[in-house]
């Protein structure tokens, strides 16, 4: 059994329990396209990337184990001043990412070869006593652990045991499991009784993780006790203040997330495993109320989140102006991770429906379909062009969403004493232990038809249980065997239990109808315009796909006229849609008496997946649009 990247204590109370890596295999759809784009390119295009920049050569200058060969891995010559302190991290989201990416896609051999020669690598690098981070090594190694608040050690660390656990997990390598483990001994011999916490959280989770796999307590009191530190003001007020690193209240009292986002939402995780794992009521109970008030007022309909630049932040509640929105792609990737960690402790639909989209939209847009360029930030309306990048001289998000993409096979389904739970629906096939063995045939999320028939089953009677999405909830049917079905319907799921036998098949059918939605009148930003969405995706109108032009002249027809059409990515479809194009007129003054007729043209234009955006050329973009009809 391969443990996937979460995988709570035996003795931790969980309302599902995750599947290990590997039980289920995507056969097909848009997350089949993601992944093996992912594999076959992206993380090529990674270790390039990682090369070309040095961050690779940072840890061949330090190490006797390195190799030396400077044209292989990269400038030895000196260390670049420019680069950041965090960059470690990269290289260690990179190797897990080839890590999770083999349990199922092939990886080019030479992407396999070169991040083996990491892995020494990156052993070779470490101190004698354990510590590791090239920018304090190799700059100044007495400023090490001198600047907690932004010198990112423990954050960098945290990538470090996650890919190692992942190389442990996947490969049964454990060379850099061990290089990790040495830095956390250090780092809990030297903080464990200390009222140290890191400004940029990450190792928490890490930690809890570490803790799992290895049996030893140490790590996940060192996790536990971190997240109870917080809000002492040890960390100050730095530059953008104490709510930026959330250390401006403790995190039990937090009523939802505030400051850096990604920095908030890597806290909530570890602070949910801590939960989970102690079994800590008072902060499950906190955690479970910061994630509704962040669905209630701080996400975007996208599920980014992050509207304010200035520290990379959650505004206000309802602060979500869609083109100043920052949503960088990390963020989407945060809310993921916390909100499955949350899924295993409640049978809640809700979470289900949030983790679609935000992988459907706000974290796939992070990514071109072609895999070579990347979004660091993903507004939802621009005004000129957003192109995607290469890389980035801050490059968090491309290894991230390397990874991401690697594990999204882990959000399918639980198993429980009692039967199988399918939150997210792909083509797969699901080997949920205990003898229950499923494939998943549909053309979800372009069809709304999602069968799950059973090759092998346990003679005892089980339930099947199938997320049903809120925006299909008064408009689904459940069938058995082609026949409709009771089903016991509670949470956003609906159950059939009964003695399932090889070749039975349970139906479930949703209304992918396209629909508009409007946004909150307190979110004053989209105030009179609306979205379009059809069953989890948000779509948008490119420019670059429209045939040029302001998206912002473009109104939707009073009653929808929307057709689906073939899109570039099998398993989802663009939309064909009527529309009013504005005549603008220079009248010298940018505001007009609303008696004044507006003139339009009848138009029709094609509406693409928000997370395609861009992909046809750099361009205004609206998802937002306007509402009212022209004259109207």
Same mark, same amino acid.
């Given at each position: 059994?391969?443990?996937?990247?979460?995988?709570?204590?035996?003795?931790?109370?969980?309302?599902?329990?995750?599947?290990?890596?590997?039980?289920?295999?995507?056969?097909?759809?848009?997350?089949?396209?993601?992944?093996?784009?992912?594999?076959?390119?992206?993380?090529?295009?990674?270790?390039?990337?990682? #090369?070309?920049?040095? %961050?690779?050569?940072? *840890? =061949?200058? &330090?190490?006797?184990?390195?190799? !030396? /060969?400077?044209?292989?891995?990269?400038?030895?010559?000196?260390?670049?001043?420019?680069?950041?302190?965090?960059?470690?991290?990269?290289?260690?989201?990179?190797?897990?990412?080839?890590?999770?990416?083999?349990?199922?896609?092939?990886?080019?051999?030479?992407?396999?070869?070169?991040?083996?020669?990491?892995?020494?690598?990156?052993?070779?690098?470490?101190?004698?006593?354990?510590?590791?981070?090239?920018?304090?090594?190799?700059?100044?190694?007495?400023?090490?652990?001198?600047?907690?608040?932004?010198?990112?050690?423990?954050?960098?660390?945290?990538?470090?045991?996650?890919?190692?656990?992942?190389?442990?997990?996947?490969?049964?390598?454990? #060379?850099?499991?061990? %290089?990790?483990?040495? *830095? =956390?001994? &250090?780092?809990?011999?030297?903080? !464990? /009784?200390?009222?140290?916490?890191?400004?940029?959280?990450?190792?928490?989770?890490?930690?809890?993780?570490?803790?799992?796999?290895?049996?030893?307590?140490?790590?996940?009191?060192?996790?536990?006790?971190?997240?109870?530190?917080?809000?002492?003001?040890?960390?100050?007020?730095?530059?953008?203040?104490?709510?930026?690193?959330?250390?401006?209240?403790?995190?039990?009292?937090?009523?939802?997330?505030?400051?850096?986002?990604?920095?908030?939402?890597?806290?909530?995780?570890?602070?949910?495993?801590?939960?989970?794992?102690?079994?800590?009521?008072?902060?499950?109970?906190?955690?479970?109320?910061?994630?509704?008030?962040?669905?209630?007022?701080?996400?975007?309909?996208?599920?980014?989140?992050?509207?304010?630049? &200035?520290?990379?932040?959650?505004?206000? /509640?309802?602060?979500?102006?869609?083109?100043?929105?920052?949503?960088?792609?990390?963020?989407?990737?945060?809310?993921?991770?916390?909100?499955?960690?949350?899924?295993?402790?409640?049978?809640d639909g809700a979470i289900g429906d949030l983790i679609e989209r935000a992988v459907h939209n706000g974290l796939l847009s992070g990514v071109a379909l072609g895999g070579r360029s990347f979004h660091y930030t993903n507004p939802l309306d621009v005004h000129d062009a957003h192109p995607r990048q290469e890389w980035f001289e801050i490059a968090c998000c491309p290894p991230n969403v390397m990874r991401a993409i690697a594990t999204l096979d882990q959000l399918v389904a639980t198993e429980t004493d009692d039967g199988v739970q399918l939150h997210q629906y792909v083509p797969a096939r699901i080997d949920a232990g205990r003898g229950r063995v499923l494939t998943v045939e549909t053309g979800y999320p372009a069809d709304g038809t999602i069968t799950v028939r059973v090759l092998a089953a346990p003679v005892q009677p089980w339930g099947m249980a199938v997320r049903v999405p809120a925006w299909s909830a008064q408009r689904f049917a459940v069938a058995v065997n082609g026949a409709p079905?009771?089903?016991?319907?509670?949470?956003?799921?609906?159950?059939?239990?009964?003695?399932?036998?090889?070749?039975?098949?349970?139906?479930?059918?949703?209304?992918?109808?396209?629909?508009?939605?409007?946004?909150?009148?307190?979110?004053?930003?989209?105030?009179?315009?609306?979205?379009?969405?059809?069953?989890?995706?948000?779509?948008?109108?490119?420019?670059?796909?429209?045939?040029?032009?302001?998206?912002?002249?473009?109104?939707?027809?009073?009653?929808?006229?929307?057709?689906?059409?073939?899109?570039?990515?099998?398993?989802?479809?663009?939309?064909?849609?009527?529309?009013?194009?504005?005549?603008?007129?220079?009248?010298?003054?940018?505001?007009?008496?609303?008696?004044?007729?507006?003139?339009?043209?009848?138009?029709?234009?094609?509406?693409?997946?928000?997370?395609?955006?861009?992909?046809?050329?750099?361009?205004?973009?609206?998802?937002?649009?306007?509402?009212?009809?022209?004259?109207?």
């Amino acid at each position: 059994m391969t443990r996937p990247t979460v995988w709570p204590a035996p003795h931790a109370r969980l309302a599902q329990r995750p599947l290990p890596a590997g039980a289920v295999t995507v056969t097909g759809g848009p997350w089949q396209y993601r992944r093996r784009t992912n594999a076959r390119v992206s993380l090529a295009h990674g270790l390039e990337q990682l #090369r070309r920049s040095g %961050t690779i050569a940072n *840890f =061949a200058r &330090l190490g006797a184990g390195g190799s !030396g /060969d400077g044209g292989r891995h990269g400038h030895l010559d000196a260390f670049d001043p420019d680069t950041k302190n965090f960059v470690d991290s990269d290289v260690y989201k990179w190797l897990e990412a080839v890590a999770w990416a083999r349990v199922a896609e092939q990886v080019p051999a030479d992407v396999l070869e070169a991040a083996d020669e990491i892995v020494e690598l990156v052993g070779g690098a470490q101190a004698p006593d354990g510590y590791l981070n090239t920018w304090f090594q190799t700059l100044d190694p007495s400023e090490r652990f001198s600047d907690l608040r932004y010198g990112h050690e423990l954050y960098c660390l945290g990538h470090l045991i996650q890919a190692g656990l992942a190389w442990q997990r996947v490969r049964g390598d454990d #060379r850099l499991l061990k %290089t990790g483990r040495r *830095f =956390a001994d &250090l780092v809990v011999e030297r903080f !464990g /009784d200390s009222d140290v916490v890191c400004g940029h959280p990450c190792v928490e989770m890490a930690l809890m993780e570490l803790t799992r796999e290895t049996g030893e307590p140490q790590y996940a009191r060192l996790a536990a006790a971190m997240i109870d530190r917080r809000g002492r003001g040890t960390l100050g007020a730095g530059r953008f203040g104490s709510a930026y690193y959330q250390d401006e209240r403790p995190y039990r009292e937090m009523r939802t997330l505030d400051g850096h986002a990604v920095r908030a939402l890597y806290l909530a995780a570890g602070a949910t495993d801590v939960a989970t794992d102690n079994g800590d009521g008072d902060l499950l109970a906190a955690a479970w109320r910061q994630w509704e008030a962040v669905r209630r007022s701080r996400v975007y309909l996208t599920g980014g989140l992050g509207s304010r630049h &200035l520290g990379e932040s959650f505004g206000a /509640d309802y602060e979500l102006p869609p083109d100043a929105a920052y949503c960088e792609t990390c963020a989407a990737i945060g809310l993921v991770m916390w909100s499955w960690r949350l899924q295993l402790t409640r049978t809640d639909g809700a979470i289900g429906d949030l983790i679609e989209r935000a992988v459907h939209n706000g974290l796939l847009s992070g990514v071109a379909l072609g895999g070579r360029s990347f979004h660091y930030t993903n507004p939802l309306d621009v005004h000129d062009a957003h192109p995607r990048q290469e890389w980035f001289e801050i490059a968090c998000c491309p290894p991230n969403v390397m990874r991401a993409i690697a594990t999204l096979d882990q959000l399918v389904a639980t198993e429980t004493d009692d039967g199988v739970q399918l939150h997210q629906y792909v083509p797969a096939r699901i080997d949920a232990g205990r003898g229950r063995v499923l494939t998943v045939e549909t053309g979800y999320p372009a069809d709304g038809t999602i069968t799950v028939r059973v090759l092998a089953a346990p003679v005892q009677p089980w339930g099947m249980a199938v997320r049903v999405p809120a925006w299909s909830a008064q408009r689904f049917a459940v069938a058995v065997n082609g026949a409709p079905a009771p089903a016991d319907v509670a949470d956003g799921y609906a159950k059939v239990r009964r003695v399932w036998r090889e070749g039975d098949a349970m139906t479930l059918t949703l209304d992918l109808a396209v629909r508009t939605v409007r946004a909150d009148p307190r979110i004053s930003a989209a105030r009179g315009t609306v979205a379009v969405e059809r069953g989890p995706i948000v779509y948008a109108l490119d420019a670059a796909v429209a045939g040029g032009g302001d998206p912002a002249f473009v109104r939707l027809q009073e009653d929808l006229d929307a057709q689906p059409v073939p899109s570039a990515v099998p398993g989802l479809v663009d939309l064909d849609v009527a529309v009013l194009r504005e005549r603008l007129r220079d009248a010298g003054w940018p505001y007009l008496d609303t008696a004044d007729p507006v003139a339009g043209v009848a138009a029709r234009v094609r509406l693409v997946p928000f997370a395609h955006a861009g992909n046809a050329g750099a361009g205004p973009l609206r998802t937002w649009l306007g509402a009212t009809p022209a004259g109207g």
